[in-house]
């Protein structure tokens, strides 16, 4: 309900048919920059500038706001990482068509936090890193969108809802891996995906103990208009307590409303998704199966022959790529009131950890295509931000072909007919790669995207984003039509009576007292898109007030309740 918002002319533009036409690019880096010539020897023949930049770059710094947001994420996605996939696909003085083309770059720090010491912990995870431009506050590894204290923080989705935008998480990863997770839910570690995980590894945010849930909970509870991965395994888990007790993940969504899709053809066959019937897409019971396969990293594979990456025969048909997925997004939520849509390619991560060149090349490539639907679509609507980067470094490096690395290495052919070697140092052989804490590439397009520009931090973005909507963070505003409703207001002694908690929109839970014949019963009640409710079960006859105290806001409500004796037999 921010003013800028509601106040804001709306355009609205239907461009599916665009964007499914524009496959090869979008003309934005041939704006600005030209291209190398075959011979590269030649002086001037690897430039990529065509001329002056001056008008060029003050014609790109558009200002605020903007209508709609896409924020692409590659997982893991370092320079290293661009680069080496860039040498494999395009060719060294190639250049990705959508990656490659936002006019505007920068890079961000990504260092995470020590949930101890309070220091920078140089080398994050996916977790911390996601909460930092989720929520604009640092964080330590593993927590989702939570503060170093626990404390939940509203993410960007989180607010973009409330402002009335439609609101997307697209990934290729199960949905709820830490990137998408930290958009949807609060929790104090990413791998309470389910009821199961919850219950011993965050009890504090189990249902039982009225928390707000497991990630999977918390992500039906945030109801995106639009959710699209993989991770369908964890539906299958059964809720414990609350509403939906006893019932699996997947039936509550049903019953909730949701739209369930499995495949590119079901995908392809949705014609609305809102809140009144959002979509789930659950493409694979766990991570979606990579695009490339192609030779493994061994001690000395740097001086082997080198190899091409192939399609992953594994890779069903039927499994709708990035690029389908974020053209479908872009579909469903574009509307009058604007969206925000995250998209991620994940698995150039999980590839780089298991020291597969050709599974995180393929990724990245997935990743550019569908930077290209985002870019294809900001550039026809026009009034459209689009923000391309990485949560942190990798572990992959282009290192001399034939060199005697400690490391495990592999040596490709590239586009250019020429051989790379990529190598991965910081796990010995057969154990999972780890992450690096280099800065990474932030790049942008659209109304904000200056702000990306020079070195900046990745909590920056939030800032970025939350601005160039014109989201607002006020708690006490979001919340001010806050109300209870006791349920029903005149009971017999002993029997329930619900409260039920609406509209407290700018509040993540409320402290609800029913007061009356000198005794007050507090709890405090998880809310989600600020509903929730409780239940009373007051003994004496008599007058009660219900008392429903906003956690963030301080926003007041109350309903009066009567109860009756009970009726003699
Ligand atoms: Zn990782």
Redesign the pocket.
Known sequence: MSSTRSTRRRTRVVVLAAVAALTGGVGLAQAVTGAPTDDLSAKGGATRLDGDQTAAVQKAARKGPAENVILLIG??MGDSEITLARNYAEGAAGRFKGIDALPLTGSYTTYSLNRQTRKPDYVP??AATGSAWATGTKTYDNAVSVDLDGKANPTLLELAKRGGLKTGDVTTSELQDATPAVQVSHISARSCYGPVATASTCPEASKANNGPGSITEQLLDTRPDVTLGGGAKTFDETATAGTYAGKTLRAQAVERGYQIVSDKAGLAGVESADQDEPLLGLFGSGNLPVRYVGPAATQGGAALAPQRCTDNPDRPSTQPTLADMTTKAIGLLDNPNGFFLQVEGASI??Q??AANACGQIGETVDLDEAVQVALAYAEKQGNTSVFVTAD?G?TSQIIEVGSTSPGISVALTTADDAPMAVNYATSPSGGSQQ?TGTQVRVAGYGPGAANIVGLTDQTDLFFTIRDALGLSEDVVEASKNGTVVAQPSTIRSGRAVNALVRRYDGDRSVTVSLVGRGQTVTKTVALASGEGQTTFFPRLAGKYSLVVTGDQSDQQSTAKVTVKPKRRR
């Open positions: 997982d893991g995870d996916s991560d999980k780089d950890h942190h990798h992450h």
